[in-house]
Structures are given as C-alpha cells and as structure tokens.
C-alpha cells in the first residue's frame, strides 16, 4: 500500500525540536518499508491547498500523520486532521 507520511515543514528557522520530525520521517518510513509498503514522506505547512494537491497527485491508500505544529504553532495541530476528513 502508498502510505503518505504528513509532516510539519522545516526550514533553517525551525527549532531542533521541529527538526526531529525528520527523524521520525525516517523511523516511520523504515518501518512501512519492512512491512512491505511505500512510504511517501510530505511536508505540510499553512498553504493547505498544496498539500491537498500534493495528496491526490500520490493518491494514498493512508496517511500517516506527523504533523505536530504548523508555522511552528501548535494550536493549528488540527486542521490537517480537518483536511484530511474532508478530503
């Protein structure tokens, strides 16, 4: 199955805990690889609209979702999930 794998973006901005979500990018990825999957990491940030296009262009069978802050604020954790639900 194409497993996408939804993370915040990360610029030379963001903090070192930001930047470990490239860590678990590469645990996850790992992981769904052994299991037999294709895991297709992609980033999120505020442009929602990008990540929709970008989702329906890898057409996923999943998503998993990493995705802890957005614009390093953690208060918009949820609009991914939101998206993702209406999509």
Same mark, same amino acid.
């Given at each position: 199955?194409? $497993?996408?794998? &939804?993370?915040?973006? $990360?610029? %030379?901005? =963001?903090?070192?805990? /930001?930047?470990? $979500? ?6 996850? =990825? /790992?992981? @769904?690889?052994? !299991?037999?999957? %294709?895991?297709? #990491?992609? &980033? ?11 989702? /329906?262009?890898?057409? #996923? ?5 990493? $995705? %802890?802050? !957005?614009?390093?604020?953690?208060? @918009?954790? =949820?609009?991914?999930?939101? !998206?993702?639900?209406?999509?």
């Amino acid at each position: 199955m194409r $497993v996408a794998i &939804a993370h915040n973006a $990360v610029t %030379e901005a =963001s903090t070192p805990d /930001e930047r470990d $979500v490239l860590t678990q990018v590469q645990d996850v =990825s /790992e992981a @769904l690889t052994d !299991l037999g999957h %294709e895991a297709i #990491p992609i &980033a999120c940030d505020l442009d929602l609209a990008t990540f929709k296009r970008g989702i /329906e262009q890898i057409k #996923p069978g999943c998503v998993f979702n990493l $995705v %802890e802050s !957005l614009d390093g604020r953690g208060q @918009l954790i =949820s609009l991914l999930p939101f !998206l993702l639900d209406a999509m």
